[in-house]
């Protein structure tokens, strides 16, 4: 049977993009919960046979639970996942979920928007970690307001933003969350530049993410591979 991954979707033009193209290669079954359109997100993986979870990124807060209602069960979802050891990728909006199921603090970063392309910068961790070794430099899609703003308890930063705040996080035997967005084509960034006219910086932030597609397909897809080999 093939490997399975849970996907937590939370925006119409915040998808899997790059990582579903390469995960899909790989032959993972990928199931896609769409919880701004009232699907469900399962309590556990088991429920639907799955081996791993991934929660994308989306223009929400963490802690807009209200406003958004199935982003309570995402988090309760990503603890319990965590904890058991299972396989978790969280991204961008993610990543914060992530820190504040298992105890962090997230919300808007006092440093303003990181926006473009910035690259990784490993922390000494994450020069040996299972899934960003190497990644040193490369570069990284970002795109976000809020950041994590107090690491849970046990967690180990990656890599950090050139502000200080973690880029990436390990969270658990099994269990990442980045910052940025392995995922995101050029064609996805334009969208979300269109859905932003009046930022100053979108058409050169814009600039610079299509002149590093191919580089940021050459570092991200070995994230995906490595990821996908922690399903089995």
Do not use: I, Y
């Not at 490997?3 to 579903?20: M, Y």
């Not at 926006?115 to 040193?136: E, H, I, K, S, W």
């Not at 064609?187 to 050169?204: I, K, L, N, T």
Request: with cysteine; net charge negative.
């Amino acid at each position: 049977m093939a490997r399975s991954l849970l996907v937590v979707q939370h925006e119409p033009d915040a998808p899997l993009a790059w990582l579903g193209e390469w995960w899909e290669a790989l032959g993972l079954r990928l199931t896609v919960v769409r919880g701004d359109l009232g699907q469900p997100v399962p309590a556990r993986l088991a429920d639907g046979g799955h081996d791993g979870l991934v929660v994308l990124g989306g223009s929400m807060g963490a802690n807009d639970d209200a406003e958004h209602p199935w982003l309570g069960p995402t988090k309760a979802l990503l603890r319990d996942t965590a904890r058991a050891g299972e396989p978790v990728l969280g991204v961008c909006l993610g990543h914060q979920l992530a820190a504040v199921a298992l105890g962090g603090r997230a919300g808007r970063n006092p440093a303003g928007r990181t926006l473009g392309v910035v690259p990784v910068a490993l922390t000494t961790d994450g020069m040996g970690d299972p899934l960003l070794a190497g990644t040193l430099g490369a570069p990284a899609v970002h795109f976000n307001d809020d950041v994590v703003l107090q690491v849970p308890p046990g967690a180990s930063v990656l890599a950090r933003l050139p502000d200080g705040r973690p880029q990436a996080l390990r969270l658990g035997l099994r269990a990442w969350s980045v910052q940025f967005h392995p995922e995101t084509s050029p064609e996805v960034f334009a969208d979300w530049m269109r859905s932003e006219p009046e930022e100053a910086d979108g058409p050169a932030a814009l600039a610079d993410v299509t002149a590093a597609r191919d580089a940021l397909r050459g570092a991200w897809q070995p994230l995906a591979e490595r990821f996908a080999a922690q399903l089995a």
